[in-house]
């Protein structure tokens, strides 16, 4: 992935990163908690541990927006602020990752994503 794309999409996740972010401000909840659980998708990273297919499995389950568009849509339903400030969260993570070139995960190992390789042995990245 390299050129106009790789920009378009890096840009992209700073555009998930920032409204996120904003949509946090919004629901009243305290910054500590956004700052605690900020990383909380990264945990699945231990999931590579019983090896590459697992991992990627388990780490594009928490790097998708699937997750956080259902809690959204849970918590516009339940009116609740907690659930939103979550979602919100879990997608300002998933943007800030974006943003930096981290892409979901292919089966052969960590460094292989749809957004390119990633680490040092990347090329064109």
Do not use: Q
């Not at 389950?61 to 699937?66: G, K, N, P, W, Y």
């Amino acid at each position: 992935m390299a050129g106009t794309p790789r920009t378009i999409l890096r840009l992209e996740g700073l555009a998930l990163f920032t409204i996120a972010s904003v949509a946090f401000s919004y629901t009243g909840l305290s910054w500590w908690l956004y700052a605690a659980l900020f990383l909380l998708p990264d945990v699945s990273f231990v999931a590579y541990g019983a090896g590459p297919r697992l991992g990627a499995m388990i780490y594009n389950i928490l790097h998708t927006m699937i997750g956080p568009a259902l809690l959204i849509g849970i918590g516009l339903f339940l009116a609740s602020p907690l659930l939103l400030g979550l979602a919100a969260i879990w997608a300002a993570h998933i943007g800030f990752d974006r943003m930096l070139g981290y892409g979901l995960k292919y089966a052969t190992g960590f460094s292989d994503t749809h957004l390119g390789r990633i680490g040092r042995d990347r090329a064109g990245a």
